[in-house]
């Protein structure tokens, strides 16, 4: 089988917003455009003694000098920029398409925005806090429209020396989803006219290109459960498809690989290394989880790893466990491949898989995991007959959306006469957000990180600094994080000088 692969707390300014309910919501016809600002738009365009306030008479949109900002609710979104960093499709001099053996960005600086404190994005849905996820958007877009930074976690002051950017990519999925009309909307009010970037639109051709014209088949949509109840990727499919006019019974089946993201990220309520027997304080799949059951009768299927605690059980054996609960990153890759299979495997009609869409941008680090279980799951028999191999085409196309994006944003720098003619890629910063412990309202647990309840216990229009955002380095990025960056994104790695023991660039 073959896999293609208005204090310095901002703690007195307060908004809210009053829609009825804790979501924001839209009249018909009413778009992102037409309605008011949000409380922390209007912070940033008009309240000039809010720690967010921007004064965009002074931004210098048009400076091709400038970096290019990137941001995702985590680490998981560094595996767009490595894309970006390793894009070579054209002649560096004409901007011809055409490889030339030098990557096509590699005069662009980038600050990337990693928005680890009030991740995973994919669970504000379910929790019914969609506008304080957006809220959370329009943050992560003021940081990489803002010159300010804190140093570290304990400063009480943020510095003034951090660079602007021209352009904007969204490297989550889930706030591409969510967030993307709304960003482009607040920046329409900032009149700044910069560039916005997304990735679902860019996975979504991805994966019909996979096809021909009049050919059938299906395209699983591995993502956050966020992503998934926002039906972004099947509607845009669908859309695509139509526009091509393509033929065939293209069909669309979503798995939200809850659980995921967060174990990449090693959030301690779905995975912890330290753990040796089931965990109280666990949210992932289990034997009684009613969203995300794990069936017994499926364990030979499964296939999980159960060494070195990567399954925690409550019993000696599988069988014997009154609770199970998935500890490593590969299992819960095992879990949520397994489970999609047998939503395809229940419709009687459906069509072989031909491309696997990873709709989270933390997926790409398990390729390799993703790789072998379908590989396994395509040679699965019982009673020596395959039971999923009808399901499955032999050549599945795994699809990672950042390809196409850097496309688009190739053609916008070009089409705009917006590349850096002097900067350099080894000039690149990577910032990450972290507790604002300054803040009193703040709650977290014994790790420093936002406890599960004060996370999604948040209300959207009450305005303040939740988080810090301070530079990548080793007390905020974990060890077994920083080997997965080194495997599988070493171009970018190289970048991120604070996790390799260098000085910092201190512009």
Not at 26 to 47: C, H, M, S, V, Y
Not at 240 to 268: L, M, S
Not at 358 to 366: D, F, I, K, N
Not at 464 to 478: M, R
Request: some cysteine; hydrophobic content about 35%; proline content about 4%.
């Amino acid at each position: 089988m073959k896999i293609y692969v208005g204090n310095s707390f901002g703690l007195l300014a307060t908004f809210f917003l009053f829609s009825g309910c804790s979501e924001y919501k839209k009249d018909k016809g009413q778009t992102a455009e037409t309605e008011a600002p949000a409380p922390i738009e209007q912070a940033i365009l008009t309240d000039t003694s809010s720690f967010y306030y921007i004064d965009f008479s002074r931004y210098r949109a048009n400076d091709a000098e400038l970096p290019i900002g990137v941001f995702d609710s985590g680490t998981g979104g560094l595996t767009v920029l490595d894309a970006l960093v390793r894009f070579d499709d054209y002649n560096n001099e004409s901007r011809t398409a055409g490889k030339d053996g030098k990557p096509d960005f590699s005069k662009e600086r980038f600050i990337y925005l990693a928005d680890q404190a009030n991740m995973p994005y994919g669970n504000y849905h379910s929790e019914q806090k969609s506008a304080l996820l957006v809220e959370h958007i329009i943050k992560d877009v003021h940081f990489l429209l803002a010159d300010r930074y804190y140093p570290n976690a304990s400063s009480t002051h943020p510095a003034g020396t951090k660079q602007q950017v021209k352009a904007i990519v969204i490297a989550c999925n889930t706030a591409t989803a969510y967030g993307k009309e709304n960003i482009e909307a607040f920046i329409r009010r900032t009149g700044i006219g910069i560039p916005v970037i997304g990735v679902i639109d860019a996975g979504a051709r991805g994966a019909l290109d996979a096809f021909a014209p009049d050919e059938s088949g299906s395209v699983g949509v591995f993502a956050t459960v966020g992503t998934i109840a926002s039906n972004g990727y099947e509607n845009t499919l669908m859309r695509i498809k139509e526009e091509r006019g393509y033929t065939g019974n293209v069909q669309v089946f979503n798995q939200g690989g809850h659980g995921v993201a967060e174990a990449v990220d090693e959030e301690p309520d779905f995975i912890d290394h330290q753990a040796n027997a089931p965990r109280d304080n666990y949210r992932g799949p289990a034997l009684d989880n009613p969203s995300y059951r794990i069936v017994k009768a499926l364990m030979d299927v499964y296939g999980f790893d159960f060494n070195d605690q990567h399954m925690l059980c409550d019993g000696k054996s599988a069988m014997d466990c009154n609770i199970l609960q998935l500890n490593s990153t590969e299992n819960y890759v095992r879990y949520h491949l397994v489970s999609l299979l047998e939503r395809m495997r229940k419709q009687k009609d459906a069509q072989p898989m031909k491309a696997l869409l990873l709709g989270c941008t933390h997926y790409p680090y398990l390729t390799r995991e993703i790789r072998q279980v379908l590989g396994e799951l395509y040679d699965f028999q019982r009673d020596g007959a395959h039971v999923y191999r009808h399901l499955l085409h032999k050549d599945i196309h795994i699809i990672d959306p950042a390809e196409n994006v850097a496309q688009e944003l190739h053609m916008y720098l070009a089409d705009n006469a917006m590349f850096n003619p002097s900067g350099n890629m080894a000039d690149s910063e990577f910032f990450i957000s972290v507790p604002n412990m300054h803040n009193p309202n703040v709650k977290t647990d014994q790790q420093g990180r936002f406890t599960y309840e004060y996370k999604y216990g948040r209300t959207a229009g009450e305005i303040q600094e939740y988080v810090k955002v301070v530079p990548f380095d080793e007390a905020n990025i974990s060890g077994e994080t920083v080997e997965r960056m080194q495997a599988a994104i070493p171009e970018t790695f190289r970048l991120i000088k604070a996790l390799r023991s260098e000085a910092p660039s201190g512009r």
